[in-house]
C-alpha cells in the first residue's frame, strides 16, 4: 500500500483546547486522519472551528479519562481500526508553590488520577489498537525530570509527571517486542491556561516541534523522555 492511498491515523486523547487541539490541527494540516476525544461534545469554540474547517479528516469521540467505564467502551468503538499513533494529552496542576505537605488529600488524587493514572489506563486499553511500527506517547513536561529538578516547586505537578514517566517505561518494558515505539514528551513552557502568559513559547512553536520530534522518531522503537527539539531528556 503506498503512502498516497494510505492516510494515516492519530488518535488524540485530551484535544478539547491548548495543546491537545493544536497536536490535532497539525496533524490534519500534515494531511493526516485525526480521531480526536473530548470531555464534552460540544467542545471549544475553536474545536468546533476545526471540526468544521476539517470535515471528514477530523472524527471526535466522547471521553472522560479519569472513568475505566468510558476508556473501555472507547476501546470497544475502535475495535478493527487501525491507528499509527496514540497521543494521550492530560495536565492539571494544583498551585506551584504549594508544598506536599500542605496539599489535601484530595487535590493530590485529583492531579495524580489526572495526570499519570488516567493516561496509563488509556494505554493499557487501547494500544493493541496501534498498529505494529506504530507511535505511543504521552504529553510529559519538564519538570517531571528527577535528575533535573534542582530548583523545587510544582511539586505535586513534578510528581504527577515523573510518576507518568517511570509508569511509561514500565509499560514500554512490558512490551519491549512489540515494535511499537513509545514517547514521553515535553512540550517546553507554553503560553496555554496552565503556562500562563510569561511563558516562553507559543503553542505552534511548540507543538510544530512536538510533531517534528514523533515523526522523526517514528519506527525507532524503545522508550524514549525527549522534549519538543528532539533533544533526549535525563530521566
Not at 174 to 202: E, K, Q
Request: proline share 3%.
Amino acid at each position: 500500500m503506498t503512502e498516497k492511498s494510505h492516510k494515516k491515523t492519530a488518535l488524540i486523547v485530551g484535544a478539547t483546547r491548548g495543546l491537545g487541539l493544536a497536536l490535532a490541527a497539525e496533524y490534519i494540516r500534515r494531511s493526516w486522519h485525526v480521531i480526536a476525544t473530548v470531555r464534552q461534545a460540544t467542545g471549544s469554540s475553536e474545536f468546533r472551528a476545526l471540526q468544521a474547517a476539517a470535515g471528514a479528516a477530523f472524527e471526535i469521540e466522547q471521553l472522560e479519562m479519569t472513568s475505566p467505564e468510558q476508556i473501555a467502551a472507547l476501546g470497544r468503538r475502535l475495535a478493527g481500526r487501525a491507528i499509527d499513533l496514540l497521543f494521550v494529552n492530560a495536565g492539571v496542576a494544583n498551585g506551584p508553590g504549594e508544598r506536599v505537605c500542605d496539599v489535601s488529600t484530595e487535590e493530590f488524587v485529583r492531579v495524580m488520577v489526572t495526570n499519570t493514572l488516567g493516561p496509563l489506563r488509556v494505554i493499557e486499553h487501547l494500544v493493541e489498537r496501534v498498529a505494529p511500527g506504530g507511535s505511543v506517547a504521552v504529553m510529559s513536561s519538564g519538570l517531571g525530570s528527577v535528575a533535573n529538578n534542582t530548583n523545587g516547586g510544582w511539586e505535586v505537578y513534578r510528581a504527577s509527571k515523573a510518576a507518568l514517566n517511570m509508569l511509561m517505561r514500565s509499560f514500554a518494558a512490558r512490551h519491549a517486542d512489540d515494535g511499537r515505539t513509545y514517547l514521553v514528551i515535553a512540550p517546553g513552557w507554553v503560553r496555554t491556561d496552565m503556562g500562563g502568559p510569561n511563558a516562553s513559547l507559543d503553542i505552534e512553536t511548540s507543538i510544530t516541534g512536538v510533531v517534528d520530534a514523533m515523526m522523526q522518531r517514528s519506527g525507532a522503537g524503545g522508550v524514549t523522555y525527549v522534549n519538543y527539539q528532539n533533544q533526549i531528556l535525563p530521566w
